[in-house]
C-alpha cells in the first residue's frame, strides 16, 4: 500500500523556521495536503492544492516541493504552532485520503 | 458556516453493535463527499472510508473493509459510521470530515471506548 514518510519530531525555538518533510513516490504527480492537529481537538486543514491556506491559516505556513518530497515551512514559528502535522495524498489506485505517521512540532 | 455535529461518546462491550453519526449543516450535504478517519489513542490518522451522500457511492479502505459500515441519509443531512460486533481494539477517536481529494472541515470526533 502507498505510504508517505514524515518525520517523528521536529524541534525550533520561537521565532526560528520550522520544517516538516512529507515523502512518497506519488507526490510528482498528487497534490499533498497539510493538517494541524493540537492536543484534545480535530484536525485544521493549513495547505490545499499544493500552497493553498484556507481563511484564518497565517501566511508563515507555505509549501514547497522537491521531486518525492514535500516540505512544510513554517516561518517565524510561534508557541501556537506547536502541534502534530500530518500530510494527506491520493494514490493512484483511487484511495483519497493517505496520511503520514505525523511529525510532532515542538516550540523550544 | 460550515458545521459537522457528531454523537456523542459512547463506551461498549466487546461484540456490541454501535453506530455513530455526523450532522452536516451550513452547505449543500449532498454534493460533498464524507470521510472518516480513524485516530486510536496516541496515534495518528488513518482512513477509513469515504461516502457521497447524493447517490451514496462509498469507497473503503481495504485495512477497514468488512469491518465497518459507512451510510448516509441526505434527507436528514446525516452520514454514519457503524460497527456490527466491536472490538477491544476499536477503541478510538473517530472523526468525520467533509471533502473529496482533502478534508476541508473536520467534526469534533466521537470517542468509541470498547471493553468489558
Known amino acids: 500500500s502507498y505510504e508517505l514518510t514524515q518525520p517523528p519530531s521536529v524541534s525550533v525555538s520561537p521565532g526560528q523556521t520550522a520544517r516538516i518533510t512529507c515523502s512518497g513516490d506519488?507526490?510528482?504527480?498528487?497534490?499533498a495536503y497539510w493538517y494541524q492537529q493540537k492536543p484534545g481537538q480535530a484536525p485544521v486543514l493549513v495547505i490545499y492544492?499544493?500552497?493553498e491556506r484556507p481563511s484564518g491559516i497565517p501566511e508563515r505556513f507555505s509549501v514547497s516541493s522537491s521531486g518525492t518530497t514535500v516540505t512544510l515551512t513554517i516561518s517565524g514559528v510561534q508557541a501556537e504552532d506547536e502541534a502534530d502535522y500530518y500530510c494527506?495524498?491520493?494514490?493512484?489506485?483511487?484511495?483519497?485520503?493517505?496520511f503520514g505517521g505525523g511529525t510532532k512540532l515542538t516550540v523550544l | 458556516e460550515v458545521q459537522l455535529v457528531q454523537s456523542g461518546a459512547e463506551v461498549k462491550k466487546p461484540g456490541e453493535s454501535l453506530k455513530i453519526s455526523c450532522h452536516g449543516s451550513?452547505?449543500?450535504?449532498?454534493?460533498?463527499?464524507i470521510g472518516w478517519v480513524r485516530q486510536m489513542p496516541g496515534k495518528g490518522l488513518e482512513w477509513m472510508g469515504i461516502?457521497?451522500?447524493?447517490?451514496?457511492?462509498?469507497r473503503y479502505s481495504p485495512s477497514f473493509q468488512g469491518q465497518v459500515t459507512i451510510s448516509a441519509d441526505k434527507s436528514i443531512n446525516t452520514a454514519y459510521l457503524q460497527w456490527s460486533s466491536l472490538k477491544a481494539s476499536d477503541s478510538a477517536m473517530y472523526y468525520c470530515?467533509?471533502?473529496?481529494?482533502?478534508?476541508?472541515?473536520w467534526g469534533p470526533g466521537t470517542l468509541v471506548t470498547v471493553s468489558s
Open positions: 470530515a467533509r471533502g473529496g481529494r482533502y478534508a476541508d472541515f
Open positions: 451550513g452547505y449543500s450535504f449532498s454534493n460533498y463527499w
Open positions: 492544492n499544493y500552497s
Open positions: 461516502i457521497f451522500p447524493g447517490d451514496s457511492d462509498t
Open positions: 506519488a507526490l510528482p504527480k498528487q497534490y
Open positions: 494527506q495524498s491520493g494514490d493512484s489506485s483511487g484511495t483519497p485520503w493517505v
